[in-house]
């Protein structure tokens, strides 16, 4: 069975920075792309970030880019966000995701974990 | 960036009834890239539909989608219970990736 467990949500100061993981089970991992996604407080989803399943190639949502950096351990099945420069807007769920290929271009999410919560406040 | 947009914002159905969702996209998506997620309350989005009309793994056949242009369509044939969740829509023709901004399907 397919898991993608996220860790590393917190509360954190604006400014400040953390580190959010993805251990991933029961597929190939580095065969496939993978993204996080996020969901603010009662509002809908952001595309946030995605990497090909070499980690190769990376995209980045105009909103992050410059602050997040999205990386991969396909020797520890661990995806990687890490963001610096939080913005209370950074507030959210933020979800990890399997694409159904290694590439980025036209792949879509097939598997999501269940999240992991960032809070930006003073 | 190719924009989506869903109508109704909310849609409140007896159970039985079809439920017919709309996300129009801004302009043209190549090769039908588009995937239909279904989000309950609490919960992870999961995959319904990709490549805008085939069904994912274990995803019954009451749901369907369709395409016409820019309009795209998920039908849930009849409605049961189960269905209450918000639905959205996502275009991966062209990055960045972009959802729609979600309908909440309601029972009466």
């Known amino acids: 069975e397919v898991q993608l467990l996220e860790s590393g949500g917190d509360l954190v100061q604006p400014g400040g920075s953390l580190r959010l993981s993805c251990a991933a089970s029961?597929?190939?991992?580095?065969?496939?792309?993978m993204s996080w996604v996020r969901q603010a407080p009662g509002k809908g989803l952001e595309w946030v970030s995605a990497?090909?399943?070499?980690?190769?190639?990376?995209y980045y949502a105009d909103s992050v880019k410059g602050r997040f950096t999205i990386s991969r351990d396909n020797s520890k099945n661990t995806l990687y966000l890490q963001m610096n420069s939080l913005r209370a807007e950074d507030t959210a769920l933020y979800y990890c995701a399997k694409d159904n290929k290694g590439g980025y271009n036209y792949a879509y999410t097939d598997v999501w974990g269940q999240g992991t919560a960032v809070t930006v406040s003073s | 960036e190719i924009v989506l947009t869903q109508s109704p914002g909310t849609l409140s159905l007896s159970p039985g009834e079809r439920a017919t969702l709309s996300c129009r996209a801004s302009q043209s998506v190549s090769s039908s890239y588009v995937a239909w997620y279904q989000q309950k309350p609490g919960q992870a989005p999961r995959l319904l539909i990709y490549g805008a009309s085939s069904r994912a793994t274990g995803i019954p056949d009451r749901f369907s989608g369709s395409e016409s242009g820019t309009d795209f369509t998920l039908t849930i044939s009849r409605l049961e219970p189960e269905d209450v969740a918000v639905y959205y829509c996502?275009?991966?023709?062209?990055?960045?990736?972009?959802f729609g901004q979600g309908t909440k399907v309601e029972i009466k």
């Open positions: 990497i090909t399943g070499s980690g190769g190639t990376i």
């Open positions: 996502q275009q991966y023709d062209s990055s960045p990736r972009t």
């Open positions: 029961g597929f190939t991992f580095s065969s496939y792309a």
